[in-house]
């Protein structure tokens, strides 16, 4: 599968943005898409990820609750309730196999190149 992110931009804080993933190529064995980010310096850090056959989400605890993750193609991040702390470099990710946790890094083989957000207070 390829990946496609985009919708990152520069929002002010409070506000919302919704960013996107578009897949192409087999879909329909997919174990798991996910959501991570990055800054400078910091390891990936996990945002959201939702288990493909299933649709349930799991999300980081620093986003319940202010972060969507929809299932489709594209696969949607919708992001209230912005805080300059969220911003970031966003990448989208996909797995096809169950071994490893959701939430690691290491689960996800494929991914896209990242959009960025920069939230301003």
């Known amino acids: 599968v390829q990946l496609q992110a985009s919708g990152g931009g520069l929002v002010q804080a409070g506000g919302s943005l919704r960013l996107s993933c578009a897949a192409s190529?087999?879909?329909?064995?997919?174990?798991?898409m996910a959501w991570f980010r990055q800054t400078p310096g910091k390891e990936r850090e996990f945002v959201a990820a939702?288990?493909?056959?299933?649709s349930t989400n799991f999300y980081g605890d620093s986003v319940k609750g202010r972060f969507l993750m929809s299932r489709g193609n594209p696969v949607y991040l919708s992001m209230n309730s912005l805080k300059r702390e969220d911003t970031a470099v966003y990448f989208c990710?996909?797995?096809?196999?169950?071994?490893?946790?959701?939430?690691?890094?290491?689960?996800?083989?494929?991914w896209g190149q990242g959009t960025d957000l920069t939230v301003s207070s």
């Open positions: 190529g087999n879909t329909f064995n997919l174990y798991a």
């Open positions: 990710a996909a797995r096809y196999g169950g071994r490893g946790s959701l939430d690691s890094v290491h689960s996800y083989n494929y």
């Open positions: 939702i288990h493909w056959s299933t």
